[in-house]
Structures are given as C-alpha cells and as structure tokens.
C-alpha cells in the first residue's frame, strides 16, 4: 500500500535526508532477501557474511544503528550497493540473503569509512554497533577487500545513478524525484526489477548473477574456479545449520 503522504527528494543524493536513504536502500535489500531467501543453501554458497541464524533486527533499524552511532556518511551507504554488485560479479555462488546481508553490511561501512572518508571509528566500535565481536569483523573486513580485489571507490555518477534507480524502483511508493515527471518515478516489484536494464538489483534477481546493478553487464568470475570450493570450516557450519534446521520448533 502507499503512503497518503509522498516525499519529493531532491535531485541530488548529497543534499538527500540521510534517514531517506537509509529507507530507500532497506526497501530495496528487504525486497532482495525475501526473494533470495527462497533459493536453497547449498554448502558451496557459504561464506563468511553467512550467520547461524537470522539476526533479529530489521535491515532499516540495523542502517539506523550505524547511522546513529557511527555517523556514515551518505556516500558509503549508496557504495554498499556498488560492492553488492562488485562482490556478485566476482562471487557468482553468493546471494544478500536475510543470512548475510547484516555482515555485510557492517562489512561494508567499517571498510568503506576507513579507506575513504576523513574521520571513522575504531573497529571496536563498528563491532559493538553491528552485533559481533572484534575479531569477526576483522575477519570480514579482510574477507571484504578480498571480495572487493580492493576496488573501494568508484565516481559520483555511478553513486548518483543508484540513488536515481533507488528512488524509480521503490515499492513503498511514497518517495519522488525532485524535478522528475510523475510518471517517471514508479514502485516495481521484484518481478518487474528483473525485466529492467536499469534497474539497481538486478544482479541479485538471479541465483547465478551475471548482470550489474547498473545495467547487463557480464561477470567476469569463472564459476569452475577453485576458489569458490566450500572450506572446511564453512562445510561444518552448513552441517550445524542443517541439524538445526531439522529440530521440532
């Protein structure tokens, strides 16, 4: 249902209320868990983003959070959406699911504030924030810019254009473009998003993502690499996972 009360936002992502990104990008992962969260586990598609269970906080309250206590600036919350694609390109087997998106997320601050903007916080914090001990978020954080090949930045249009599609493809239907024509911002749903070349998701539309979140653009990653091969750590953890899954509630 959409909100009786419509937001027109301004044309750049700069001067954009910082709260209305944060809404904007959960409705987006929100809509992209609840779509990847049908895909079956398989050992090799575990990572280290993946939890035990799903945390039980909201991905809008989560953003809150770090915003609150960390105070992200707006350009590394539309690069979370540049390094979902980058990731998605280099690991075809990783899905945002209701089961990684949280580490990834505060993955993707802590080390895009640390390697771009003039004042961060201690990783003691950013763990405190995000729910999970220091160590762990060292370990992400490495397991990121691995991800990443250490590719943290990219140009002002690219993070502009997300913002655009952001704004076109939110289902909530109460945001518009300032200066926009009303029929070009419209609400979509997961199945329109997949039809769409512009659409900023549509990597993540399919189980085996070879589309960018900007447009159709082909991975790169060679499904029959080694590296994608399940540790065995990770074939513990999906085992534990299974068992669990299997007790009476």
Known sequence: MHSSTRVILPAAFEVAEIDDLALLIANMLERLIAHNDKIPLLPESLTRFHSR?????????YLRRIIKWTKVEKSCLLLTLHYVDQICARMPLFTLSSLTCHRFIIASITVCSKGLCDSFCTNALYARVGGIPVPELNILEREFLHAIDWRLMCTREVLQEYYINLIRTDSS??????????????????????SRSASPMDAQVRHRPSFSLLGNRESSSVLGDTSTLPTIEQNMAFAALQHSLKKPP
């Open 53 to 61: 269970t799903v945390p039980n906080i909201s991905v809008l309250d």
């Open 173 to 194: 239907g109460r945001f518009g473009l300032e200066g926009a024509p009303e029929s070009e911002v419209e609400d979509s749903d997961m199945d329109s998003l997949s």
